[in-house]
């Protein structure tokens, strides 16, 4: 596997499930983020993990919940969603030193029913 | 006022025609400046980075800057039917104290090369 990896690729679930998103990135950096898109809207960064630690979270609903257990890993925990955050969640990674140019993996299209 | 703006089209030019691209920023804190493209059922991929204004050539692509404006630019050459994608406009202040820092975007612009 090279580049930015994320799995499942598509996931419904109800509003009362509890799932989990995966992102893994094989290119030896150190900072990943989450970002959400949604029809029509620019990408929405979501969280933004820095050597493991989380340094930003974008005023994002408690029912989205991140963990980032070591710099090549990072997942989005999922629980009571609403129709409103179907979307293409999409995992990205860089360096801490040029985190502008950023890597992203191919997104989870979500759909909540 | 939205930060970034992009007109979201869709641009449909026929094969071999000069494509224009263009988003302009309210925040003069901009300094790093990205062009990504983004095929149907993809993620983004990073196309163009430019920092601060000036020109910088790849290829059939060019990105220019003008920060006095805050006006970016994504032109692309003898366009090609594989060109056909989403492309999106990106940018960062870059200094973030030595942390990782997340990028803004605008909604992108739907291009379509016909053949």
């Known amino acids: 596997e090279t580049g930015v990896t994320q799995t499942p690729r598509h996931l419904v679930m109800g509003m009362t499930n509890k799932k989990s998103l995966k992102c893994e990135q094989h290119l030896g950096h150190n900072a990943m983020y989450w970002y959400k898109q949604s029809a029509k809207k620019p990408l929405e960064l979501m969280f933004v993990y820095n050597f493991k630690e989380q340094t930003e979270n974008n005023s994002v609903p408690s029912r989205f919940s991140p963990e980032c257990p070591n710099s090549s890993h990072l997942f989005l925990h999922l629980h009571t969603l609403q129709p409103e955050d179907s979307a293409l969640y999409l995992c990205?990674?860089?360096?801490?030193?040029?985190?502008?140019?950023?890597?992203f993996g191919p997104g989870t299209r979500l759909t909540v029913l | 006022q939205k930060e970034v703006e992009q007109d979201p089209g869709p641009l449909s030019v026929p094969e071999g025609a000069i494509v224009s691209l263009n988003c302009t920023y309210s925040?003069?804190?901009?300094?790093?400046f990205m062009w990504y493209r983004q095929y149907s059922r993809k993620g983004p991929e990073l196309l163009m980075y430019?920092?601060?204004?000036g020109n910088k050539e790849d290829g059939r692509f060019t990105a220019q800057v003008d920060k006095s404006s805050k006006y970016i630019s994504l032109f692309i050459r003898d366009s090609q039917p594989s060109d056909s994608a989403t492309y999106l406009c990106a940018m960062s202040e870059g200094d973030s104290g030595g942390g990782a820092d997340g990028l803004t975007f605008g909604k992108g612009t739907h291009l379509i090369i016909q053949p």
């Open positions: 925040n003069s804190a901009f300094q790093y």
């Open positions: 430019t920092y601060s204004s």
């Open positions: 990205a990674s860089s360096q801490v030193t040029a985190t502008d140019t950023q890597y």
